[in-house]
């Protein structure tokens, strides 16, 4: 069994092994892609988000009546001869189990694949008590011999290269096999699992859903081996967390019928097996099965009830959540769980296997939403990482220095704002101003895995410091905006709002920028620092006073989802709810403004040709839904859009992320880049200043770099003389 890391430096040890794994990284990278395709064709023609809603809808309403749908199920299966039992912790579930195969004098247990018999270490106290166990499955009889836990949910073995399997099967087999041949291997594993079919007495299984109405167990399965497991043997055990359980066989089905979409994307698993009640089996004397369902609790009742955490358990285990993660794709599921892996991972750890499992691991996400935007039960798994991460820094009692500081600074404005000042100026001996980048002292000040991209400067002057000068006032404007700047714009890039200050005037658009404004609060959020993103929501939100405006229009997307999601659920309760409304419906990115709103027309750009790739910023296009306005904006600009492979894949940034994890941040930007440049692009631009801090900097470390620039700018530049304000 691998061990999770209970603190951040023996877990960077981890991820160094994993991420100096080339088989790893190319195998999950390559199924992420596939991935994706073959997800969007399985659900091609279907109303996927309605559906998701309905099946949220259903879990949750389900999650609200488990005692009773457990009494109804326990009733209906027990009435065809099923033993049915409720395990209330993992200990209780193992020792259920055991005295099983106890009494039904078992010697050989054959086991079909099951997240929840791995959540509760089955096999090790089978074993303990003198049983033999086989795994069936062939990616968990792979780790099964290689004693190590699954890496992925549904694909257990998926770290592992043909060769080492092959390498594997030999030492066990000792057969001479060759190491590219697939289908032999396959051969060799169901002959030697047929033997284990044809003599265990006992089969164990999961289940996917349980029925109450029915009393019927259902399995998705793609290998003929969860079939086998529950008919050949004469006693059969499901071993099924409680919150499986749904109603009736509508809601079932709704669950079969996404589940492998969403997983896979197959339309539908080789083998769908429903199990109702004592089945005929002519192993045993009476021709009737023994037949138990166990029922595991471990924590799921009073999870059920949490009004935060309850949705977690809407969970149906499709492993989605991990195969579109950029931290998984490139360190794994040994490195990004305990038991269960992925986004939903780092949140059951927690609940499942204590403080000490989860306290490194909840660090590690990005908070890109592509687990969130692929959950097809929509289980908001950023932000319940996050409050994970907050219960752990609680238990810990002690916060890390790092949240301390952000806290301290952040909440009071002025001395956040002198700090960035005195920074700036502190700073100027080692800027190399012709690239905006700092040189060389704090390379020094930095662990060696910081060196993959160059640290941009401080402004000399911050845009707030400029505004004074720049400020103007039009009789008649078409619309009325705040400006909501950001830290990032406002003190290392202020060009990117001189951009937008130039085309405002152009197209006649009046423009407030209110000086107490500070920053959006999502770094403080992003630490679990809540009440600190509280505290700086409010003032922005006085600040920017949004119901004098037509809208609140910011040039980070970060912010902007920030803004827009994060304050209604942070400041609910604490202000007057009218004010989130009015800030919810006026924030708009700077692409859309310009697209949706302005409806710019192509004639006042100078056409220019200029081949230009796009990286689309997760909280805009996942945080937002923006996806058109700023590719359109690039051609009606007068430049080229030129796709890339995975433009809305993660640039790795993260805020702090990237220093706390500036290993696996550099994995995913320099996948990125790779992109950019083999597509022989001439410019690449993003609409967040902090992909372009991330990507510029990278860049800047590699031969012949592409210039990266903010949409604004590159808009800004285009424009006609005759539509250049003087
Ligand atoms: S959290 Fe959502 S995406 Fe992840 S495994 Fe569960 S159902 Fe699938
Ligand atoms: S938000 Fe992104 S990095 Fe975090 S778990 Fe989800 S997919 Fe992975």
Known sequence: ???????LSAYHVQIQQALNNPFLRTALGNFASAYKISRQKAFEGMDLQRKRAELASA???????????????????QAKGTHVHLAHTAADACRIVSDIARENAVRHIIKSKSMTAEEIHLNDRLEADGFLVTETDLGEWIIQLRHEGPSHMVMPAIHLSRQQVGTLFRQVTGQPLDLEDIGRMVKVARSELREAFLTAGMGISGANVAVAETGTIGMLTNEGNGRLTTTLPGVHVAVVGIEKLVPDIDTALRIVEILPKNATGQLIT??????TGQTTCSTNPDGKKIHHVVFLDNGRLRLAQDPVFSQALRCIRCGACANVCPVYSKVGGHTLGHVYIGAIGLILTYFYHGTDNTR???RNCLNCQACKSVCPVNIDLPYLIKQVYRRVLDDDREK????RLVSTFMKNRTLFHSALRAAAAAQKPLVDASKGVIRHLPYALLKPEHHFRAIPALADTPFRNMWPSLRYRLKNPTHRVVLFVGCAVDFVSPEQALALVKLAIAFNVQIDFPQRQTCCGLPAAMMAEEETAVDVGIQNLEALDAERYDYVLTLCASCASHLKEGYPRMLRGKVAPVRLEELHRKIIDFSSFMVDVLAIDSDVFEKDGKRTAYHAPCHLCRGLGVTEAP???????????????????????GGSYSIEFPEIS???????LDHVQQAGVDVLVTDCPGCVMQLRGGMLKRDEPVPVRHIAEIV????????KPS
């Open 1 to 7: 069994m691998i061990e999770t890391p209970h603190d």
């Open 59 to 77: 879990k949750d309403e389900a999650l609200k009546h488990l005692p009773e749908l457990f009494e109804r199920f326990r009733q209906q299966a």
């Open 270 to 275: 080789s083998y769908v097996t429903w199990i």
């Open 360 to 362: 490194a691991i909840v």
């Open 400 to 403: 890390p220095i790092k949240n």
């Open 631 to 653: 590719r359109k904006l690039i051609d009606l600009s007068g430049n080229t859009y030129v796709p890339c492979p995975e433009e809305d894949v993660c640039c790795g940034f």
């Open 666 to 672: 550099a994995a995913i930007l320099n996948q990125k």
């Open 716 to 723: 800004a530049e285009r424009l006609k003389l005759s539509q």
